[in-house]
């Protein structure tokens, strides 16, 4: 793969917790403008790695590089500044406040304004055109005057997605993005990721595997903090290893079953 076409890439990247290796050399190579989904069994490293690449836990060891960059020693807020934006962390959207007024804090925030609450109406206004079109393209738009607490669980990881997209990230981590979901609500926000997806990188943890073998366009498998797989869905679920690693859980969840 030619380094241009990387947005983000670990080399040796490896973190230890008094003397348990959570994530052991990984080299994860993200290409631009592709839906990477990292996947593996329970305690394979999967959210350790998240919490690496934002900054949550400092490395033990290796590099990250974003956009060719070496973010390895960056701060939290210098990453997001860079247009590496997490989603899914259910703090992220403050619940008594309306779904736009949540979506306006994120416009707010890219702006550097999120504490000029003396800012004009007419700002306030451009704010709000730009909150609904938001909401109007994750399909949230009739709940704009809704208080976040009602919204239903899915609604309310739709108006995450949008908050996520008032920071407007080149790289979107999302974090589960269909945990505790029904099925019905896995297959509206399945196809939202697809729909958002369009012009950015998107690097998922997903355990819903018909969700990562209808929009992932690469796979990468950890197991123990190490990759054992990686290629496209059809490669990663016929290979043995990774065959095996999940038998702890089942074949049909390897391979898209409910």
């Known amino acids: 793969m030619h380094r241009d076409e990387l947005i983000l890439e670990t080399r040796k990247l490896a973190k230890s917790f008094r003397g348990f290796t959570a994530v052991n050399d990984v080299d994860l190579r993200v290409r631009r403008g592709s839906i990477h989904a990292?996947?593996?069994p329970n305690g394979a490293g999967k959210t350790t790695c998240f919490n690496?690449?934002?900054?949550?836990?400092?490395?033990?060891?290796?590099?990250?590089?974003?956009?060719?960059?070496?973010?390895?020693?960056?701060?939290?807020?210098?990453?997001a500044r860079r247009g590496v934006i997490r989603s899914f962390q259910i703090s992220a959207v403050f619940p008594h406040l309306t779904v736009l007024e949540n979506v306006r804090i994120g416009l707010?925030?890219?702006?550097?304004?999120?504490?000029?609450?003396?800012?004009?109406?007419?700002?306030?206004?451009?704010?709000n055109a730009r909150a609904l079109e938001?909401?109007?393209?994750?399909?949230?738009?009739?709940?704009?005057?809704?208080?976040?607490?009602?919204?239903?669980?899915g609604r309310k990881r739709a108006l995450e997605i949008a908050t996520t997209l008032a920071m407007e990230p080149e790289l979107m981590l999302l974090d589960e993005p269909t945990q505790g979901m029904g099925h019905e609500d896995v297959d509206r926000v399945t196809q939202l990721i697809?729909?958002?997806?369009?012009g950015r990188t998107i690097l998922m943890v997903e355990h819903n595997m018909s969700v990562v073998s209808s929009i992932a366009d690469r796979i990468t498998v950890l197991q123990r903090g190490a990759i054992l797989s990686e290629g496209p869905y059809a490669e990663v679920s016929t290979d043995p290893?990774?065959?095996e690693a999940y038998m702890g859980t089942t074949d049909a969840e390897l391979h898209g079953a409910h």
């Open 194 to 198: 697809k729909k958002v997806s369009a």
């Open 38 to 40: 990292l996947i593996g």
């Open 108 to 127: 707010q925030r890219q702006m550097g304004s999120a504490f000029r609450f003396w800012r004009s109406e007419r700002s306030l206004d451009a704010l």
């Open 52 to 79: 690496l690449l934002t900054k949550f836990l400092v490395p033990t060891a290796g590099t990250i590089l974003f956009n060719g960059i070496d973010i390895t020693h960056e701060r939290p807020a210098q990453i």
């Open 241 to 243: 290893r990774v065959m």
């Open 134 to 153: 938001l909401l109007d393209q994750v399909g949230v738009a009739d709940f704009a005057d809704t208080v976040t607490v009602n919204l239903s669980y």
